[in-house]
């Protein structure tokens, strides 16, 4: 049986670079990295992944890179816009 309190459901928006909407549930020990490295390979996207940086558009935050998904300003049904590769 899976704990859901060990993900966050979120909508990551890949719209600014011309991708997808696309709703999920994420572990929340996640960096944004290897989450935006996971979703460009399943959804074969072709990103070429450096330093990503995605804004929280509920919150009005920035996670970096190296941020993980379960930091506190992360809760179910927030927006994660991907601004930069």
Request: hydrophobic share 35%; charged share 20%.
């Amino acid at each position: 049986m899976t704990n859901q309190s060990n993900y966050v459901q979120i909508t990551l928006d890949l719209s600014r670079l011309g991708g997808p909407l696309l709703d999920l549930a994420v572990p929340r020990q996640l960096t944004v990295k290897r989450l935006l490295h996971e979703v460009n390979q399943s959804y074969q996207l072709g990103y070429e992944l450096v330093s990503p940086i995605c804004r929280n558009l509920e919150y009005e935050t920035v996670l970096f890179a190296t941020d993980r998904i379960g930091n506190r300003s992360v809760r179910d049904g927030v927006t994660l816009q991907l601004e930069q590769l």
